[in-house]
């Protein structure tokens, strides 16, 4: 079969596929600039099939051999009074790029929320990353202008802690080893 014909299959992801999943995301988090040694096939495993997971996966297959996946978790709409999903993560391989994948994953996404009584699904990109906001307007998404925010490390105890930040010990930024992973691409 050709590039163009071979058939893209999209699965839940099993903790079989944990090994799977730890690779595609070096993948994303390369092209990212982001660090590629936090989410191992251990952490896989805990996070998502564990106790109590903290999001769902799905993983796109050409052949049988993973190419892409999407991760996502629970969200809420309160203005709309609307369950939804938030979709961390979306990544297809270079080397299957343009072959439907991406656009098989999104579907996929779609089918999920509509099953779990959702009435949509949200991501964030960056900027910077044209072929993906592309991507996504010939989807028929709309793009709003949003600044994410996060706490981490001594900023995130303070909060906690009840202290207030003062001008002499500034929020520092995001960690690069523990950003915030608001950043949804195609790759």
């Known amino acids: ?3 163009a014909t071979t058939r893209v299959s999209v699965r839940r992801a099993t903790v079989d596929d944990a090994e799977a999943l730890a690779e595609l995301t070096r993948g994303l988090n390369a092209h990212q600039g982001d660090p590629v ?20 996966a799905l993983i796109a297959e050409r052949d049988g051999e993973p190419v892409g996946y999407a991760m996502f978790h629970a969200a809420y709409d309160a203005p709309h009074a609307a369950r939804g999903l938030y979709l961390q993560d979306l990544f297809v391989r270079e080397d299957a790029r343009r072959l439907g994948v991406g656009r098989a994953l999104m579907a996929a996404v779609a089918r999920e929320a ?3 009584g959702c009435i949509f699904f949200w ?16 989807l028929g998404a709309t793009a709003d202008t949003v600044v994410a925010h996060a706490l981490f490390g001594p900023a995130f ?3 906690i802690d009840g202290a207030a930040p003062s001008d002499s010990q500034p929020t520092p ?3 690069a080893t523990r950003r915030p992973r608001s950043r949804t691409r195609l790759h």
């Open 157 to 159: 105890d303070r909060l």
């Open 1 to 3: 079969m050709s590039d």
């Open 37 to 56: 040694g936090n989410f191992s096939a251990a952490v896989a495993r805990r996070d998502g099939f564990g106790a109590t997971p903290c999001w769902t």
């Open 173 to 175: 930024k995001a960690p």
């Open 123 to 138: 991501w964030t990109a960056k900027q910077w990353n044209t072929e993906a906001l592309a991507f996504y307007r010939a």
């Open 114 to 116: 509509r099953q779990a």
